[in-house]
């Protein structure tokens, strides 16, 4: 995974998984978890000229329409999270949103960009005041930073200061008392 640190003003580069020595390292050049085979591979050729030829990709029909709908699926829960920003969903089908997610990128052998959803829940929980929420999904965004921007990470800093003391959360207290 990479992402721009600001703070050391550099693009730095942090595998998520093991790579074995020879294994082709793959990066997706936009958020490809919420799109299926055929949007994929649309957007490939007409953004850089060439047709992907990943193992999401490379798929057998019966494997990648599956896949398709796991990430139509993703897609769908994105939606619910945007909605609850937009207060026209309810906090705890967010947090169930947020659970599907983490289990259909699971399903799908999809390990970038989870950090954002364990995020996602820090904070509905700490804008409905569920100080205990907090520190759970807190610990599960650091658990996952550490992997996706490294243990110096300013995102880590962060998400660390808000698991010892939620209450510092940008969100905190401004939605209605929840208990998760």
């Known amino acids: 995974m990479y992402s721009y640190r600001a703070d050391l003003d550099a693009l730095v580069v942090h595998a998520v998984q093991f790579i074995a020595s020879g294994e082709e390292i793959l990066s997706p050049y936009f958020d490809a978890i ?7 591979q649309d957007y490939m050729q007409e953004a850089y000229h060439f047709h992907c030829d990943c193992p999401a990709c490379s798929l057998e029909a019966e494997a990648r329409e599956a896949s398709d ?3 139509a699926r993703i897609s769908d829960l994105k939606d619910v999270i945007e909605g609850w920003y937009q207060e026209t969903v309810e906090p705890e089908e ?4 947020i ?3 983490l289990d259909l990128y699971e399903k799908e052998g999809y390990n970038v960009s989870l ?3 364990y995020v996602y829940g820090i904070a509905i929980s700490a804008a409905h005041q569920d100080p205990e929420s907090v520190k759970k999904w807190a610990q599960k965004a650091a658990a996952r ?3 996706e921007s490294g243990r110096d990470s300013p ?8 698991s010892a003391n939620p209450q510092v959360a940008g969100a905190w207290g401004t939605r209605d008392v929840r208990v998760f």
């Open 69 to 71: 709908q796991r990430r």
């Open 145 to 147: 930073y550490v992997i």
């Open 99 to 101: 659970e599907e997610a």
């Open 155 to 162: 995102d880590l800093r962060s998400i660390n200061i808000i």
């Open 94 to 97: 967010a947090l169930a949103a």
């Open 115 to 117: 950090g954002s959803w």
């Open 34 to 40: 919420l799109h299926t085979r055929e949007e994929r």
